[in-house]
């Protein structure tokens, strides 16, 4: 009997659609290894059941539980998309249900963003024993070493059932900055499932690859730190680090970020490459930061010989142009960009920050002229937005012509102030975890103040067919990334998504 199971639940087919089939990312379980690496440095063993990856359905994925026969499920509810853990929900919780409905001996216990965000509303399912309410490092070991029916007091960060009651311990600490490379000390790459070799059932974004399927696979997503300084509404990133049990708080109470030292991070890279990967995702929620950290990162990519295509996050405000060939030099070739909308009023109001539209225009070409592709991340529906603001932003995102855009529609995600305000005002929110993801028949955006959000929802897919049909861009394609390519990008602009709401 193995000590614990990490169990990704396969969401994919409700939260993409037929994207799912092809042109979605198929994302490594980056926490499920972090996890994963901690625990067995502690001498527990581990195993890893992506059943995303494995494409298993939930007949198969209780079968492969049954044959392992866990002390421990654990189900790693996280994700590199801000919705991630909620969407991540879909598969989970029915899964769960099914593996006590098999009289499986395995305790189960859930850990993630949308368990930080309510954990009392997890915990409260039937078949869920425990809930982590952090990152789950400390608890996570803390719970391992009990034989998970008794001393469950001692276990930071745990809630657990007693007598019909919910019973939730002191968090206790996250991993602190001068433990991070000990007590989270890299990733179990070789728990992952594969074909012929580790990472092979994992993809890229299509666009990452430059609309092409080469080096879409094998694919690696890593962090060089933890958490954000920033305390956008409508993110619910930092609710990883809560440190409290109290209920109605949420993702900006928590800000604040943790970094490997550059040296581990980079021997981390070196063990990517020995085994292949080329395509790079740092999912640092602000990598273009704290030059203290980034630069000998950087630096070192090119000094070790590293031969990535990688793909890292700014704010607009932080992007330094003395730093922007040696992020090219070390093989950053997409910088991703929070440009979220084109009004000023509508950005303002959304507590991202003060920088005006000219230096969004400006930052975005400073980039570009380093051969650096730009990744612009647009939101629509904000509560502000009506439909000129939403125009705003189209039109933005037209004119600044980055080589690939995300469009999404606002959601109260779980965890975000956004969430708390709907709450405070009464609101109407999703009331089932597919109406959280972003591509889903389901989809069910916030209305604004002036638009439901079935009408945010229609506007933000015609906006998409809009922008990537555009002669401009498939032009822009072509020129950069070549005919066939664009080609690619044409087919994918042919897909419809159905939605319910509009």
């Not at 609710?239 to 030292?261: H, V, Y």
């Not at 890292?312 to 991703?336: H, I, M, P, S």
């Not at 509508?346 to 920088?355: H, N, P």
Request: net charge negative; proline share 3%.
């Amino acid at each position: 009997m193995i000590d614990v199971l990490f169990v990704i639940p396969n969401s994919s087919k409700k939260a993409y659609q037929g994207l799912a089939n092809h042109y979605s990312t198929i994302e490594p379980p980056t926490w499920a290894l972090l996890l994963a690496s901690s625990v067995r440095k502690k001498g527990f063993e581990a195993q890893i059941l992506d059943c995303g990856a494995l494409r298993l359905d939930e007949n198969d994925a209780v079968k492969e539980i049954e044959a392992l026969k866990p002390r421990l499920c654990c189900f790693v509810l996280y994700g590199q998309n801000p919705n991630s853990g909620t969407t991540s929900m879909i598969g989970a919780e029915s899964l769960s249900d099914a593996i006590k409905d098999s009289n499986s001996d395995s305790k189960i216990v859930f850990v993630g963003s949308h368990v930080s965000s309510l954990p009392r509303e997890v915990l409260s399912k039937k078949s869920i024993d425990f809930v982590l309410v952090n990152e789950g490092v400390y608890g996570l070991i803390d719970l391992l070493k009990t034989d998970l029916n008794s001393n469950l007091h001692n276990c930071q960060a745990l809630g657990f059932k007693k007598d019909n009651e919910m019973i939730f311990n002191k968090v206790g600490s996250l991993v602190p900055l001068d433990k991070m490379d000990e007590d989270l000390p890299g990733y179990a790459w070789d728990l992952l499932p594969k074909k012929n070799k580790t990472l092979d059932l994992y993809r890229a974004s299509y666009w990452h690859t430059y609309f092409s399927d080469e080096d879409r696979t094998p694919f690696a997503a890593v962090y060089s730190s933890l958490g954000c300084m920033f305390a956008c509404n409508f993110c619910m990133i930092n609710i990883l680090n809560r440190t409290s049990n109290e209920d109605n708080t949420d993702a900006s109470s928590f800000k604040g970020m943790r970094f490997w030292t550059p040296d581990f991070f980079l021997d981390q890279l070196g063990i990517l490459q020995e085994l292949g990967v080329k395509t790079l995702r740092l999912s640092d929620e602000m990598f273009f930061l704290n030059k203290k950290f980034y630069v000998p990162i950087l630096e070192g990519i090119i000094k070790r010989g590293y031969d990535f295509n990688i793909w890292a996050y700014a704010r607009v405000d932080t992007v330094r142009e003395d730093q922007l060939e040696l992020f090219k030099k070390a093989g950053v070739n997409w910088l991703a960009l929070g440009i979220e909308s084109g009004n000023q009023n509508v950005r303002l109001s959304i507590e991202k920050g003060k920088f005006r539209d000219i230096n969004i225009r400006d930052i975005v070409n400073l980039i570009k002229k380093y051969d650096i592709n730009v990744l612009g991340n647009y939101i629509f529906g904000f509560p502000e937005d009506d439909y000129k603001s939403l125009k705003d932003t189209l039109d933005l995102a037209i004119e600044l012509n980055c080589e690939h855009s995300n469009f999404y529609a606002c959601q109260a995600l779980p965890g975000s102030p956004l969430y708390t305000y709907s709450k405070n005002n009464n609101l109407e929110l999703p009331s089932k975890y597919e109406e959280y993801a972003f591509l889903s028949y389901d989809c069910k955006p916030m209305d604004t103040k002036h638009l439901t959000g079935g009408e945010v929802l229609k506007f933000r897919d015609e906006a998409w067919h809009k922008y990537f049909s555009n002669k401009d861009y498939l032009n822009l394609v072509e020129k950069k990334f070549g005919k066939e390519n664009k080609k690619n990008v044409e087919e994918l602009s042919k897909i419809k998504l159905d939605r319910k709401y509009y």
